[in-house]
């Protein structure tokens, strides 16, 4: 029978305390710490070992997009996560799927937007199977504003879209933390959002093509990655019309970067462009 003891026992072991055959591999104790006071009071460590100055930051950076267009709804999102100046990964799927013909983002807190958005997809497949038809965006986005305006002293950091396909044509919403719940045409959520409304203020009209909705969605997200830090990784895109939602291939900053002849110019560049000039 196998003695598990040890599970229940202190985090820091010696290896002369362990039981049987494992005292007789290579071991090492593991470090008895809590993943709640690293992200509190760890700081960043240096080379040499130090702790430097700076700990982690409560900052969170993406950029997420979405706009109305002639046939249907647009979505565009990064992939970088971080807090603060480190970045945890850049690989994070940002859009949510909620029905078929519903998507919702994530900016602000990943564990907030990913728990309360996957449980609203919960409660619009139960309220599809009570009333026998498809849920409508707006029904959608005011199911997440009234549960997080329940939970809004609570420290929640949530700022997402929600947008869709329902009887009544496309639709976009905004909903935040406090229960704010806002409809329009064009969002942009993030701390890349300036950059990024600076290209859509250019771009966007509403008798946009499929395509150049896809095109104006990957350049305002990568010229928000490009000039944000908290924001970069993989340019994701969704698509939402009558058909449902559709994913379009991801495409990496850097191929955008480099293979775009509208890439922005560095800031050495455009001081030193031409010194005879």
């Known amino acids: 029978m196998i003695d598990l003891s040890i599970l229940s026992g202190p ?62 709804v647009l979505i565009a999102v990064d992939s970088r996560s971080t807090r603060g100046a480190f970045v945890g990964s850049q690989e994070v799927k940002k859009i949510i799927n909620i029905s078929p013909s519903i998507v919702g983002t994530m900016a602000g807190g990943a564990a907030d937007c990913q728990f309360w958005e996957s449980n609203l997809a919960v409660q619009c497949r139960l309220m599809q199977l009570r009333e026998r038809e498809e849920v409508s965006v707006a029904a959608a986005s005011k199911l997440l504003a009234n549960t997080l305006y329940k939970y809004r002293s609570m420290g929640l950091s949530v700022g997402t879209m929600i947008a869709g396909w329902d009887k009544l044509g496309p639709a976009l919403f905004y909903v935040d933390n406090e229960g704010r719940r806002l409809k329009g045409n064009v969002f942009s959520v993030g701390s890349g959002s300036t950059y990024a409304y600076g290209i859509l203020d250019r771009g966007y009209r509403y008798d946009l093509t499929k395509e150049e909705a896809i095109e104006l969605g990957r350049r305002a997200i990568y010229h928000a990655t490009h000039r944000d830090a908290g924001s970069g990784g993989i340019v994701n895109c969704v698509t939402i019309d009558e058909a449902g939602a559709e994913w379009h291939d991801p495409v990496d900053c850097y191929d955008l970067h480099y293979g775009s002849p509208e890439a922005p110019v560095d800031a050495g560049q455009s001081v030193l462009a031409n010194p005879a000039e």
Do not use: M
Request: glycine share 12%; charged share 15%.
């Open 11 to 72: 985090r820091n072991v010696k290896p002369s305390q362990l039981p049987g055959s494992i005292s007789r591999g290579a071991v090492f104790p593991l470090p008895g710490c809590k993943p709640v006071e690293f992200l509190e009071k760890q700081a960043y460590t240096s080379f040499d070992g130090k702790k430097a100055a700076a700990p982690l930051q409560h900052l969170h950076g993406t950029t997420t997009l979405g706009f109305v267009y002639q046939g249907g």
